[in-house]
């Protein structure tokens, strides 16, 4: 994951489709929370399906309350 090898980073969201995730990835990043999306090489592979692989969202420890107070109720871990 990106920044520090050190940096702890958690899941503090899950999605069922890489677009979703992307939007709230960038609504993170618009307020200044690294973020990254993980587990979406299977929704890739079928991009307009619904799969039982979520698509997750992960920031550094440092931000998680921070990242869910913006993450909409219905997607925080």
Known sequence: MKGSKDAKWTVVAECNSVADASIIEGALKNADIP?????????SALPM?????????????????QAREIIPEDYRV
């Open 35 to 43: 973020a990254t999306i993980i587990n979406s090489a299977l929704q």
């Open 49 to 65: 399906t619904f799969t039982w692989a979520p698509v997750q969202i992960v920031v550094p420890d440092a931000f998680v309350e």
